[in-house]
C-alpha cells in the first residue's frame, strides 16, 4: 500500500469519518507520524517493510501472528 494511501486510511480511522471528509491536515500529521516514528518501528520488528523508492509498505509474514491480538482490542471494551 503507498504511504499516502496508509496516511488516509489512518487518519480517517482516528477520526472516525471516511477518508474523503478527513482533513489534509490530519492526513498530514498522520504521515509524518507514520514516516517517522511508526513506519521505523514496524520494519525494525519485521511488521512491515518499507520501499523508500517505491514509498510503500507491505506487511510481512510476522504480520499475520498479530491478528489475534488486534482481534482482542477491537473487542476490547471502550
Not at 3 to 30: F, H, I, P, R, Y
Not at 46 to 52: A, G, H, K, W
Not at 60 to 66: I, K, S
Request: hydrophobic share 45%; aromatic share 6%; proline share 4%.
Amino acid at each position: 500500500m503507498a504511504l499516502a494511501d496508509l496516511a488516509d486510511e489512518v487518519a480517517a480511522l482516528e477520526n472516525g469519518t471516511g477518508t474523503t471528509d478527513v482533513s489534509k491536515e490530519d492526513v498530514k500529521d498522520v504521515y509524518m507520524s507514520l514516516y517517522h516514528a511508526d513506519i521505523p518501528k514496524l520494519a525494525a520488528a519485521d511488521i512491515v517493510e518499507y520501499d523508500q523508492v517505491q514509498n510503500t509498505v507491505t506487511l510481512t509474514q510476522n504480520a499475520a501472528e498479530l491478528r489475534p491480538l488486534l482481534d482482542v482490542v477491537d473487542d476490547w471494551p471502550s
